[in-house]
């Protein structure tokens, strides 16, 4: 059964850092893109980050660009997303996601990826 599972949410002071982590069993990250979303209360999910399976592109919302980095490592079946200098505006429970993508994965949305993990939690303290 193909599972995500993300970690390494958790509280940080505004201008901190956390690196998230995304584990894949079940099957192997080979062929597959892998997504990151946020959803905040009362918010859309949206896409935070993206790395294609093809060729290892990677896509960043502007609002990280700059700050946040998207790494993948298939033989660990784990992929990362190290988010730098948060703001009050990171905070949100954070998911990765998973699919077969026949192109960049800058042109998919969050109802294109048919796996999800169950989501991590990332709250800054103001």
């Known amino acids: 059964q193909l599972q995500l599972v993300e970690s390494g949410g958790g509280l940080v002071q505004p201008g901190g850092s956390l690196r998230l982590s995304c584990a894949a069993s079940g099957f192997t990250l080979d062929g597959y893109a892998i997504g990151w979303f946020r959803q905040a209360p009362g918010k859309e999910r949206e896409g935070v980050s993206c790395i294609s399976s093809h060729d290892g592109s990677t896509y960043y919302a502007d609002s990280v660009k700059g700050r946040f980095a998207i790494s993948r490592d298939n033989a660990k079946k784990m992929v990362y997303l190290q988010m730098n200098s948060l703001n009050p505006g990171d905070p949100a429970v954070y998911y990765c996601?998973?699919?077969?993508?026949?192109?960049?994965?800058?042109?998919?949305?969050?109802?294109?990826?048919?796996?999800w993990g169950q989501g991590t939690q990332v709250p800054v303290s103001s």
């Open positions: 996601a998973a699919e077969r993508l026949a192109f960049s994965c800058r042109y998919y949305h969050p109802r294109d990826y048919g796996h």
